[in-house]
Each structure stands twice: as C-alpha cells, then as structure tokens.
C-alpha cells in the first residue's frame, strides 16, 4: 500500500524542488525518566537572604544559613536534609512569622551548684550543647555559663539569658514565633554522658509559642509544579487541613501533580492517637515521635528525604526499617512498646523504631487515610506506597501515550483496515494492546509494581464515547502489588 504523504510532521505536502529530504520522529525511541521534587515548608529569619513566599531551590548544606538565616527552622530542615541525600532535587518556600506570632519561652533553674569541673551535656531539641561547669561555682555563675554555651551555639532554635531577679534561671527563647516552638525540649546526659556531680537543674519545656504562619499563601507559591513531597512542619489543624486539601485537588485527575506531605507530632500517646484519629488524607503521613528529644521539623524533614529517596527508586518497595539519621528516640523505659504502636498504626500515625545501637528506622509508613467518604472504616490507601506507586504508573501511561500518539486520529477498531497501515490512527484496539503491553512488560516485568496480568487482561474495556467521537474511554482495574510486612506462621511441632 502506498505511503501518503500525510504522515509527515515537518516535509510539507507541496514540495516540487528536487532533493532527498529526511526527518526524525523520537516517538518510538524515548522512555519516560522520573525525577520527583521534594518541596520543604519552614520558617526563615530576618537575617536570611531568601525572599519569603518565593520558591528557591538549595543544592549544598551551607546554602541553608545565608537564605534562611542560621539557626533558622529551614536552615535546620536543609542541613538534615542534605546529609542524608546530595541528588534528591530540593525546593524551599520560606515563611515568615505571622503578624500576631508568640515565640514559645521556657527555663533552666540551677538548683545546686556543681561540685567536680566538669563539662554539662545538655540537650536543646536534639542539639548538645557543652556547658562549662566549675566546680564549687555559685549557682548564678552555673546558669551564666549555661547561658553563655546556649547562646555561642547559633545553630541552636533558642537563645538564652540570665533573669537579672533570678539570676540562678536561665530564660530560654524560640528564635521564631508560632507553636512549634512548643515542642523544643530540653535535657541532659541524652547519649550516656556522666553527670557532673552536684549539679541539681530544673527544666521548664518551652511553652507560650503560638499562631503558625498562614499556608494559603505558600499553597500558592506552589504553583502549578509537580511538587512529589512536601515537608511540612506544622501539626496544627489549619495547617494540616490547608495542605490536604492542595495535595487531593492535585493528585486529582485535572491536575495529576499529586504528591504526599511528611510532619512529625512530638507528645503523649494519647495526643498523638487524637491526632491521627482526627485526619483522613491519603497524601498526609503523620510519625509519631513520642518522647524523642528531637526538633520535630528536623524529624519531619528527614523522614521526608528518606522516604524520597527510596520512593523515587521504587514507589512498591516498603520503607520498613530505614534509617532516619541523626534523629534521637526516646530513652528505652519511655519508647511505645509493640502494642502502643500497632493501635498508633490503627489511629492514623506512622511508627518507627529504635535499634540497639541508638538507630531511629522507619517501622511503617502509614499516611492518615481511615475512612471512605460515607465514613466506612477502610484501609485501601492505608500505606503511602499505594498513592505513591498509582502515581507512578499515571505518569508513565501519559509519558507513553504523549509521545508514541500525540497527534492522532480515532477510528472504531472495524475501520482500522480501511487506512492507510502508515496514517496516525488510534483505535480501541491499539490502545488495549499498549496498556496490556506496558502492564506485563513495565509494571509488571521489570518494576514489580502490580499483579495478576490475567484478572487485569479480563476486565480491561476500551471504547469510544458514544458521545464524543474525539473521546476514548478506558476503565481499567490494575491490582497493586503488596509488600512484604508480616510474616504469619503456625508450627505444629511434633514428638
């Protein structure tokens, strides 16, 4: 059959001048490549660079100091993130401090003096700070040489000074205003360090902080950017309510840019239970931290490139026993034992575990989903790598179909015949034959991310809309694959 001349896209179709002309067509040659970006949410400081509200993207740990301002949330957030991956393309939208903002305030009271020379580890959400401590000092000179250490460490979430009524106190201050500064804790001798003997301290945990910066206008800033994690370090339910709603509207089918935010909760069981049991969003995957002496922004944006980085790899694959680097878990008589956490896991909460050598690793990384929309409990986007990997295998039919059929016709499968074998024409057929195609030999075969190629082949329909002869309309049903989690056995033993 003769080739028309139609099916060029760039040798016109009226061309008498002699030659040998040949044009390039990469439909058939391409693959789609994935590379995610993960968007961190935070706070900077006057003394930062960065222009509030205004996407900037960080490629080095030092970066993080002169945008945001050292000691900043963000600087924070980047410097955990970039030692876990230098490659992950990452993404700030700084926030300010609301207008109405309280910095959260707390105490360090030296009850009695020191009686060795020795150094105080003390421990500011997470941080150590070396305290010089002399011995038979008075309890001022005790609490100035604590202040002084606090306030020579500008990495530090707080600054520090001596109340010049109470000079043995030592008043302690968020460097931002909003509540999360009510979560910054405050102890000592957290990795087995030796007490200085004869040092008494009481510690009041910062308190007082309130009105987070407003997420409307950095929901904003995001733009129309495919933004595949968001590390988001507020927990209160405007902030949380604000981000699932962005993340449903555009994990929908009109937008297709969906991605899964990270936070962290540091408090009791119950108020973590309560957290959980209060959200339902299959984009939000809430850890809970317990008693960990960690900044819970630092443990939100590591949890966040951790699971990024593996993700990116294989959306499939559990994140089950990860390390999260550098984060600190709770002393052993305080940690959630298994019980505690398997109802955490049932209350909306993602968990995690200690090792033996101090390892904080990811146990299960669940997202918020419990419900359907008529309320039914349901588990059908339990674990985040559900969202994850149907995302993944929407973004790769797109890919496929953009660049193999980007400009063609439609036909019932009994005309197909008719035309021309070279014409650019889609039919019914054509386009179940590359869905099965791509879910035996990509999702299947060499990604491992879905199952049962049979039940798929047999309830696979592809037709045109009755009503729209430019429409095609495919219902498919592809059965994810699971992961490997429990493992359930029964011995019979005999004798």
């Not at 900077?44 to 205004?54: D, I, N, Q, S």
């Not at 996407?55 to 876990?84: C, H, N, W, Y």
């Not at 000092?137 to 109470?166: G, H, K, Q």
């Not at 049932?346 to 575990?353: E, K, M």
Request: hydrophobic content about 40%; charged content about 20%.
């Amino acid at each position: 059959m003769a080739i028309s001349s139609t099916v060029f896209n760039d040798i016109p179709a009226a061309l008498r001048i002699p030659g040998w002309f040949i044009e390039f067509d990469n439909r058939l040659a391409g693959n789609a490549v994935f590379q995610g970006k993960l968007l961190v949410l935070g706070q900077m400081l006057e003394t930062g660079t960065a222009t509030p509200l205004v996407p900037v993207r960080v490629t080095r740990e030092e970066q993080g100091d002169e945008l945001f301002g050292r000691g900043s949330m963000l600087a924070e957030q980047f410097r955990a993130i970039k030692k876990v991956d230098l490659y992950t393309e990452t993404w700030a939208i700084p926030l300010g401090a609301a207008a109405l903002a309280q910095p959260a305030k707390g105490s360090i009271v030296v009850t009695a003096g020191p009686a060795e020379t020795r150094p105080l580890a003390l421990y500011i959400a997470g941080y150590r700070v070396w305290c010089e401590m002399v011995s038979g000092a008075s309890l001022a000179a005790a609490a100035t040489a604590i202040a002084a250490a606090i306030n020579a460490d500008d990495r530090l979430p707080v600054t520090a000074s001596v109340a010049v009524e109470t000079p043995e106190r030592v008043d302690i201050e968020c460097r931002w205003g909003g509540e999360t500064g009510n979560s910054i804790s405050l102890a000592d001798c957290l990795k087995g360090e030796e007490r200085t003997a004869g040092l008494a301290l009481t510690y009041t945990a910062p308190a007082g902080g309130s009105v987070n910066p407003d997420l409307i206008p950095a929901i904003a800033a995001m733009g129309s950017e495919w933004w595949n994690w968001v590390c988001l370090p507020y927990t209160d339910s405007v902030s949380l309510q604000e981000i699932e709603a962005e993340l449903a509207n555009r994990y929908g089918p009109m937008r297709q840019i969906g991605g899964r935010a990270f936070a962290a909760f540091r408090g009791t069981h119950g108020a973590t239970a309560a957290l959980g049991n209060a959200r339902n969003s299959p984009h939000l995957s809430i850890m809970g931290m317990g008693a960990s002496p960690s900044a819970p922004w630092v443990w939100a944006a590591t949890n966040t490139i951790v699971a990024a980085k593996s993700l990116a790899i294989d959306p499939a694959r559990p994140l089950q026993r990860l390390p999260l680097p550098g984060l600190i878990g709770p002393r052993e008589d305080q940690r959630w034992d298994d019980a505690e956490r398997n109802l955490l896991l049932f209350d909306g909460i993602a968990t995690y575990t200690v090792a033996t050598d101090g390892t904080v690793q990811i146990e299960r990384q669940i997202t918020t989903y419990q419900r359907n929309a008529a309320g039914v409990a349901e588990d059908s986007y339990l674990d985040i790598e559900t969202p994850e990997t149907l995302e993944r295998i929407r973004y790769e039919i797109r890919s496929v179909f953009a660049m193999k059929y980007p400009r063609h016709k439609l036909a019932e499968d009994v005309d197909r015949d008719l035309y021309d074998p070279s014409q650019s024409v889609m039919t019914p057929k054509v386009c179940k034959a590359e869905l099965l195609s791509l879910y035996l030999e990509t999702f299947m075969g060499a990604r491992a991310w879905v199952r049962d190629y049979a039940g798929y082949k047999e309830s696979l329909q592809v037709s045109i809309d009755p009503n729209d002869p430019s429409r095609l309309n495919v219902i498919d049903q592809p059965k994810l694959i699971g992961q490997y989690r429990v493992h359930a056995q029964q011995t019979q033993f005999r004798r």
